[in-house]
């Protein structure tokens, strides 16, 4: 399987340089970010500051309850947009995580998260997202539970992921499953404005086509779509 990986995604793009943080226009940080990301980078306990785990835009911002874990083993990329395309569209959208109390919030590698992304993982929930994935821009992600985003994953603008419905179906034959976790596994292309919703598993390879609303799992190597999504096809590959 051809996976994509970080060096071939263009020299604009922050994810090719995972080492060193760089302007959208491919110049140096510009000081407003470099002070934007070391604000924000204080999350990760002080002591990790002098190597700038968050690289973020001015008006990214991270609310963090007490006993929120924010764990960035690489470099987590906040505010910019990883594709070289509307960027105008979507520039200087604020970019939110929220970290109830004694929550999770996992970058083991590389990623990124684009303007205009919120994500909210509710007290002690845990969110995590893979080594060389980004999501573009403008798109919602509630964690009550559990959300978990593989390794070099794409996923497009105006992604809404859930891993509760909020509110109760109330059935006689049923009780209710009020939450349950989202797993997207690796090397996923999730298309433009796809709704995941709760208990449903990616496998890996698979790709979501877009406006796609996801209720059940999706097996890996395989193209879903439409309302809810069916497979379209099986044994499929994808590459940047
Ligand atoms: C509508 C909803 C609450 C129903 O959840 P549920 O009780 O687990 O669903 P049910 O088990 O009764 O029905 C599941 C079936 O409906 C389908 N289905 C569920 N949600 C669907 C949706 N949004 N669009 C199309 N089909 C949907 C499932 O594919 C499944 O089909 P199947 O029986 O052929 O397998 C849920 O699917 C949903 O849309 N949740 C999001 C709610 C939301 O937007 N909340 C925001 C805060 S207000």
Redesign the pocket.
């Known amino acids: 399987m051809a996976h994509s990986t970080l060096g071939s995604r263009g020299p604009l793009s922050p994810l090719a340089h995972p080492g060193t943080p760089v302007h959208e226009d491919g110049g140096r940080l510009h000081p407003t970010r470099w002070l934007a990301s070391a604000w924000q980078s204080r999350h990760c306990g002080w002591s990790s500051l002098p190597h700038l785990p968050i690289s973020a835009g001015p008006g990214t911002r991270i609310a963090r309850e007490p006993g929120a874990r924010l764990e960035v083993g690489g470099k987590l990329l906040l505010g910019y947009q990883h594709m070289n395309i509307g960027q105008d569209r979507f520039r200087g959208l604020p970019t939110a995580l929220d970290l109830g109390s004694d929550s999770r919030f996992e970058v083991p590698g590389y990623a990124s998260i684009g303007p205009g992304v919120g994500i909210a993982v509710s007290a002690g929930a845990r969110f995590s997202i893979g080594d060389g994935s980004y999501i573009t821009a403008d798109a919602t992600i509630l964690c009550t539970s559990e959300v978990t985003i593989g390794r070099e994953c794409a996923l497009a603008w105006g992604l809404m992921i859930?891993d509760t419905?909020?509110?109760e179906?109330v059935r006689a034959d049923r009780p209710w499953?009020d939450r349950a976790p989202v797993h997207i596994g690796d090397h996923v292309w999730v298309g433009a404005q796809v709704t995941i919703?709760k208990g449903v598993t990616i496998g890996d390879g698979a790709v979501i086509a877009a406006r796609s609303?996801v209720?059940?799992d999706v097996p890996a190597r395989t193209l879903v779509g439409g309302?809810?999504a069916e497979a379209i096809r099986t044994d499929i590959d994808w590459r940047e």
């Open positions: 859930m419905d909020f509110h179906v499953r919703l609303v209720t059940h309302n809810p």
